[in-house]
């Protein structure tokens, strides 16, 4: 009986050593594929330097390098996967978090087991598993003794963001990874960490333990009943919302008699095994023909992409339908999670039809690098994804950073507990109005200055708009009027746009301007150069110029030959 106690053992000491051994890699090892990643980028990839200064870049890698001798193995690998989220490109990044379908053995990063969202009103704990039931629907405070603000901004480096939204929507699956928190400094030692978060009014921690990496049981991220897993609103009172329902197929329709509403939840840019995204778009087609349709909404808050190449239908078919095809009857919803593919989607349906954007910004830049390349450090064998693909199907000029909604909506912790859906609401309760433009210059037209500037100012204060604002169109405002001869309402919509807005030069440009015409030279020079102290190398070129111009009538309507 000795003897084999001593070879299980002798076995599982081995087993230890050999496990030990994958990870056990030395510091000139490290090196190597350090130095493999650097050469990958530089001499492969180097398109990324044109938003990326290089130098900076080197430094970081160098100084990666130096500390590679006095860091944990997780430590080194945070690090290299900083290197390629540092260029900021979402298709572009060394994947480490522990959140995926086929979780990668060589990486053997841990999770803790529950699901963070941030929410309008906060970051709370959205799902986890059965033991942690008493902490699901907690608002999170702190993670061991960091401040949750803090710890998100910690884990910020490690995530290959492309713009906000894309970090609010990949930022829980870092901050419930012991490896990456540990390496960023948020808890002090990989495994337990006590959270603090409050519920029903109290304060409290649980010890959350590290466990191997794995996908929540469900579809889409979110855990089904009877999984082990308990999402917060499993227990409410009401139907799950029409997004949420039925979300294992990639596409589905519903149609609402009460509102004349039909609405298609497109969650993937990938064809059904049965059902192409042809075909069903075909359907979708089809029953707007068919029946009283009058609104139409296409839900695409979750759809990550797929195949662009996949898109067409989908467009073609919102273009042809003359019946939904206007302003007022057509809506998309888009999100955090809009991402690839459902990007390219939603720029065409900007281009091409009259849709409405509700929601969230996307989380994609409108242009963007996606399509990448696998490679794999030569020692540690960890793959690295990089995109080499330019997809620009909007103008080449368009530098934004997302598409964002002409109505916000955002979605609070109360909203998902009860399965409300404030977004289909804003849908179902829109009543089409002429835009403001149209708006203010019906009021000027009839008398109603002050009227129309406190139509203005109630546009702009509403968060609903936040996202698109006042400004464009009360500069153009202006400047149709002045055009027109009508300088004194142009004035006033000048000064009310500096005010609605005092930190763009552009207003301040204009009002300028319009003084100019109006004679007022002084106030001219004044506004003139508040634009050029306040944006010298954009807006301030023109103002510069301008000021010039200015100063050399004053002097010559004062006959000092000196610029006052």
Same mark, same amino acid.
């Given at each position: ?16 050593? @050999? ?22 980028? &530089? ?16 430094? /970081? ?5 130096? +500390? ?7 430590? *080194? ?11 900021? *490109? ?42 942690? !039931? ?10 061991? #003794?960091?401040?949750? /603000?803090? +710890? ?11 713009? /906000? ?50 996908? *929540? ?30 979300? #294992? ?14 609405? *298609? !939840?497109?969650?993937? &840019? ?19 023909? /068919? ?73 994609? @830049? ?51 507990? @009860? ?24 009021? &000027? ?5 002050? %009227? ?9 204060? #509403? ?11 009360? @500069?153009?405002?202006?400047? %149709? ?68 111009? &200015? ?14």
């Amino acid at each position: 009986m000795k003897t084999i106690h001593l070879l299980v053992s002798a076995l599982l000491l081995c087993l230890f050593i @050999n496990g030990d051994s994958l990870n056990a890699q030395s510091a000139s090892e490290w090196h190597e594929d350090l130095a493999f990643l650097k050469r990958t980028i &530089v001499d492969e990839n180097s398109h990324f330097f044109r938003t990326t200064d290089r130098q900076t870049w080197e430094n /970081e890698v160098q100084a990666l390098h130096d +500390a590679i001798p006095n860091l944990e193995r997780h430590e *080194v690998i945070v690090g290299l996967a900083k290197l390629i989220a540092g260029f900021k *490109v979402g298709h572009t990044q060394m994947p480490i978090h522990p959140w995926r379908g086929r979780p990668n053995a060589t990486l053997g990063f841990q999770r803790y087991a529950i699901r963070p969202y941030v929410f309008s009103d906060g970051i709370y704990i959205r799902s986890g598993k059965e033991k942690y !039931r008493d902490a699901i629907g907690g608002k999170i405070l702190k993670i061991g #003794d960091t401040p949750i /603000e803090a +710890a998100m901004e910690a884990v910020r480096p490690v995530i290959p963001w492309e713009n /906000e939204q894309f970090f609010l929507s990949a930022v829980p699956s870092y901050l419930t990874c012991p490896e990456i928190l540990h390496a960023q400094k948020v808890i002090e030692k990989l495994g337990p960490v006590q959270l603090t978060y409050e519920k029903d009014g109290k304060v409290r921690t649980i010890e959350l333990q590290p466990e191997p990496a794995g996908f *929540v049981p469900g579809h889409r991220g979110f855990a089904s009943k009877g999984s082990g897993w308990i999402e917060v609103n499993h227990d409410a009172a009401n139907p799950l919302p029409l997004y949420l329902k039925n979300l #294992d197929p990639n596409y589905g329709y519903e149609y609402l008699p009460k509102h004349k509403l039909l609405y *298609v !939840r497109h969650s993937s &840019v990938r064809n059904e095994d049965g059902e192409s995204i042809a075909a069903f778009f075909q359907k979708v087609e089809t029953f707007i023909d /068919e029946n009283p349709v009058e609104k139409v909404v296409l839900d695409v808050r979750l759809n990550g992409g797929g195949n662009n190449y996949l898109n067409k239908p989908v467009i073609t078919g919102l273009i042809r339908s003359e019946k939904i095809n206007q302003p007022g009857r057509l809506f998309t919803i888009i999100g955090r999670r809009t991402f690839s593919a459902a990007q390219n989607m939603v720029n065409e349906i900007e281009k091409y039809t009259e849709t409405i954007f509700v929601g969230e910004p996307t989380a994609e @830049n409108v242009n963007f690098w996606g399509d990448t390349r696998r490679y794999q450090l030569p020692n540690s064998g960890l793959p690295m994804f990089i995109s080499w693909l330019w997809w620009q199907n909007m103008d080449p000029r368009d530098t934004r950073p997302w598409t964002a909604p002409d109505i916000a909506i955002d979605l609070s912790f109360a909203d998902y507990r @009860n399965n409300h859906d404030p977004v289909l609401k804003a849908i179902i309760d829109y009543d089409h109005q002429a835009p403001l433009l149209d708006q203010l210059r019906d009021l &000027v037209q009839n008398g109603k200055v002050e %009227e129309a500037m406190t139509a203005a100012r109630k546009h702009a204060a #509403d968060t609903r708009y936040r996202y698109v604002g006042v400004e464009d169109d009360l @500069n153009r405002f202006g400047y %149709e009027l002045m055009n027109n001869n009508h300088t004194k309402e142009a004035i006033s919509m000048f000064r009310l746009n500096t005010e609605l807005y005092p930190q763009s030069a552009n207003t301040f440009d204009s009002l300028a301007e319009g003084l100019w015409k109006t004679g007022d030279l002084k106030a001219a020079v004044t506004y003139y150069e508040k634009a050029l102290a306040m944006d010298p190398n954009g807006v301030g070129v023109n103002s510069a110029n301008m000021l010039r111009q &200015v100063r050399e009538q004053l002097q010559t309507a004062s006959g000092s030959g000196n610029s006052e």
